[in-house]
Structure formats: structure tokens, C-alpha cells
């Protein structure tokens, strides 16, 4: 295999360049609120745990026919960490890290950033701006699991990986996929499929015949699948976004909740989101009887993976495919909306969306620009908002031997999507973030609030 071969992005990550407009930056933005750090000590922990990933010193550089990674001829770690040294409350960290957020990353190094604030007020904060490219959310939080130690005398043990973009290992990959497909059982075909699939199936080209019902069927589920409704959240973006972040609460009361009523607390957290969607659709006057809306929510598909293809521990890259969830938003109680989510979400999670949004988000990076504006549009308009569940360790972790006292992620919303909501637990709490354009909503903080009192809704009965 040639250098130029072993240098090529994957389509899962070339997507996420491809996606890119000038007033809409696909990056990931990670808040950390780590205590006692130092400019120093984040120095030298960077120089030896975070930059021994290989994919951190290289840079997406397009090459015709495609992107590859290039490694930086200049590569200097100060160029991507900065220090701010002034004292900051909460209200002045939030409007800071919003301006960040509108801030683009240089296209002539590799695109990341730290910031520390060792000044502000509750401990000091450590920012993160990467482009969707290096990797998803989940990739980025493998990252610090590893290099984050549980206990403040610990060191990383097992950390870094080289880069290894082989596409003639992903196409063979896919083809065994494929053939593994064809030869699987058709008992688990559903939908319009699914009397078919009763009798046995002993022939093979009578089994692939079924594979293939069973994916056009899903396919068609999931372009057929209605485009939201006008509202208030879906309008023509200015490109300017505003975050907002709640405090640390307790899962404790969560896990209560959705253990009386049944569900998952992935449930409930939905479902206040649901709620406070609907509290803000109705403070603008909107009818909600007839309204569609759906939450993007995006789905690890890791375990999902054939062999091949699934990446090894440890490994950056994108790995997640996305699921529309129905948000019951002319639903008036909290229990009713929350019994709905929890019907929706097991629906699409046992379904094949996630594998298909996962390969239609790849091959949008092969396609011709018209095509994948198309593509990209004709997703899009199938969400009002992105609601991304970040899972963290259950336990405190320490960065440089330092305590990480809270953790934020928000994720990048495609297209003209301007609302996302981040849930990030962490060390036996939950925490909610807001992103809008403030074309959507020029102030989230009143949209938080609403998630807050959702949740209130539950955990007081």
C-alpha cells in the first residue's frame, strides 16, 4: 500500500470537512473545570499523553480526489494552547466561551486548541476545540479516559495510537460485511417485511433476497420519514452562537425516576428535553396539535461494527450514526411525553437508521458538491435540534494530577440545525448545555431553565 493510500481520511471523518460552511464550523467543543491546573503542568502533560495520538500532530489537508492527512512541518505544541490570565465569574466564562465558539480554527495546522483559564472563578477551566474530523464524542472521551487517572498519584498506563487510515482494509471489511449480511437469518426482519420472514429460509438467495426487503424497507422508512414543521426553530441561521451550561445535579434522583416508571434515564433526560421544546414553542404562540418535530440524536455503533471495520480501543475516528426521534412536543403531561420517548427510542434503536445515517454521512464526503448539499439538506430538514448524551466515568478523574470538577461537551449541529443540547454525566452527576444561533435563540439560558424545571417535574414527584 502507497504512502498516499495510508494517508487518505476515512469517509466517516472526510464528512465532517465536507460538511463545513463558513458560518457553521464542524467542531467539537470540550469545558473542563479542573482544579488547581497550571499552565505549566497542562504543558508537559499535553507534550507526553495528548500528542501520543499521532492523529493530534497531523493536519486534514485536501489533496484531489480526496483528503489526507499531512503531518504539520511546523508543529509546535504552544501554537495550540493559550492562556488566559484573567479572572473570570460564571456569567463572563459563559459569553467567553460562546465567543470561542465562533472563533475558526487555523486550516494550516491541525485543528485544535486548548485554552486555560487558571483565574476563573469555581476552579480553573480548560477548553477544547477540535474539528469533528480527529474524531466523535465519544472518541475524544476515550481519549481522556485513558490519560485521565483516577487517582491524583496514578499515571496513564495505556495511551496513544498511531494513525492507520487503510481503505483497502475497509473496503474489504465491508464486502465480508456485506456477504455476512446476505447469509444471516431473516427472523428479524419487521415492518411490511416481517410476514414474509415467518417461513423458513434455507436458500441463500433466498435469505439475501430478504436482507435486501429488510434494507429497502428501512431505507425507505428513513427518507420517507416527514420533515418538521415550520417553527420558530427552524429559520435561516446568522452564524453566531451563544452557549449556556447548567451546575452539576444529581443522577441519583434520575435513576429513581426511571426506575418507578420503567425507563432508562437516557429516557427521562429526552423527555424534559422534549418538554422544554414544547414550553418554548408555545411561549411563541405556536399551535402545537399537528406539529413534527424530531431530536438528531446521535447512536454508538461501535458494537454494531463488523470486524475489519470497528476500530480497536483507544482509536480515534467517527463511529456514530444518528437517529430522529420524535419529540411528543403536544404532549401536556410530563409521564405521557416521557412514555413516548421511551416507545420511539426503542423502536430506532433496533432498527438499521443508525447504519444507514452512518453510511449515507460517509459517502456524502464522495459525492459531488450539489449532491451532498442535497443529501445534507434533505437530512436536516428532518430535526429541529441535536440532543447529544455524553457518557462519563462514573468516578472523579484526575488531568495532571489535578481533580476534573466538571465536564461539558457540545457537538456541532450540520446544515441549517440551530439548537443542540449536550448531557454530559460525570462522577455521579449530570449536567445540561445549550447551543443556539442566536437567529434561534438569541439567549439559551431561558431554554435551560426550562430543561431544569422539567427535570424538577419528575424528581418531585
Known amino acids: 500500500m502507497s504512502h498516499e493510500e495510508s494517508s487518505l481520511l476515512l469517509p466517516v471523518d472526510s464528512a465532517w470537512l465536507s460538511l463545513e460552511r463558513p458560518n ?17 503542568r497542562l504543558a508537559e502533560f499535553l507534550a507526553t499523553y495528548w500528542l501520543a495520538w499521532e492523529r493530534f500532530r497531523l493536519m486534514p489537508v485536501w489533496r484531489a480526489p480526496g483528503w489526507r492527512w499531512e503531518p504539520d512541518p511546523t508543529f509546535a505544541l504552544h501554537h495550540h494552547v493559550e492562556t488566559v490570565t484573567e479572572p473570570m465569574d ?10 470561542r465558539l465562533n472563533q475558526p480554527l487555523p486550516e494550516y495546522r491541525p485543528r485544535w486548541k486548548f485554552w486555560l483559564l487558571p483565574e476563573a472563578e469555581g476552579g ?26 483516577p487517582s491524583p498519584q496514578q499515571h496513564p498506563i495505556l495511551y496513544g495510537a498511531r494513525e492507520n487510515g487503510d481503505m483497502r482494509r475497509w473496503a474489504q471489511a465491508a464486502q465480508a460485511w456485506f456477504r455476512s449480511l446476505q447469509a444471516k ?22 435469505r439475501a433476497a430478504m436482507t435486501g426487503l429488510k434494507l429497502v424497507n428501512e431505507l425507505s422508512q428513513f427518507l420517507i420519514e416527514p420533515d418538521d414543521t415550520p417553527s420558530p426553530l427552524k429559520v435561516p441561521l446568522l452564524g ?5 451550561w447548567s451546575r452539576p445535579l444529581a443522577l441519583a434522583a434520575f435513576r429513581s425516576t426511571a426506575k418507578e416508571t420503567g425507563c432508562t434515564i437516557n429516557d427521562v433526560l429526552l423527555a424534559c428535553v422534549a418538554g422544554a421544546v414544547r414550553q418554548h414553542l408555545v411561549s411563541t404562540g405556536m399551535e402545537l396539535a399537528e406539529s413534527i418535530l424530531h431530536a438528531a440524536v446521535p447512536v454508538d455503533i461501535r458494537g454494531r461494527l463488523p470486524e475489519g471495520i470497528e476500530p480497536a480501543p483507544g482509536t480515534l475516528g467517527n463511529y456514530f450514526g444518528t437517529v430522529f426521534v420524535p419529540l411528543p412536543v403536544d404532549g401536556d403531561s410530563p409521564l405521557e411525553r416521557l412514555y413516548r420517548v421511551k416507545h420511539e ?16 454521512t460517509s459517502g456524502a464526503s464522495l459525492l459531488p458538491c450539489g449532491w451532498r ?14 440532543v447529544s448524551n455524553v457518557p462519563g466515568t462514573a468516578e472523579p478523574r484526575y488531568l495532571a494530577g489535578c481533580r476534573i470538577l466538571e465536564q461539558m461537551c457540545w457537538v456541532p449541529q450540520a446544515g441549517d440545525i440551530g439548537l443542540g443540547i449536550s448531557i454530559v454525566s460525570y462522577a455521579g452527576h449530570v449536567q445540561f448545555g445549550v447551543v443556539a444561533d442566536e437567529a434561534v435563540m438569541p439567549d439559551p439560558a431561558t431554554f435551560l431553565a426550562a430543561c431544569l424545571q422539567a427535570l424538577n417535574q419528575f424528581t418531585a414527584g
Open 90 to 99: 460564571e456569567a463572563q466564562l459563559q459569553a467567553w466561551v460562546s465567543a
Open 240 to 244: 453566531r452562537r451563544v452557549c449556556r
Open 345 to 360: 427510542t426503542r423502536k430506532l434503536k433496533q432498527s438499521w437508521q443508525p447504519g444507514i445515517a452512518w453510511g449515507l
Open 373 to 386: 448539499d442535497s443529501l445534507t439538506d434533505t437530512l436536516c430538514k428532518k430535526a429541529s435540534a441535536v
Open 185 to 206: 437469518d431473516a427472523d428479524a426482519c419487521s415492518g411490511a417485511v416481517e410476514d414474509l420472514s415467518k417461513a423458513p429460509l434455507s436458500n441463500p438467495i433466498e
Open 124 to 149: 480553573a477551566a480548560l477548553l477544547l476545540r477540535i474539528h469533528h474530523c480527529y474524531g466523535d464524542g465519544l472518541s475524544l472521551m476515550g481519549v481522556f479516559d485513558r490519560i485521565c487517572t
Open 24 to 40: 457553521n464550523p464542524m467542531t467539537i467543543t470540550v469545558l473542563m473545570r479542573v482544579e488547581s491546573l497550571t499552565a505549566d
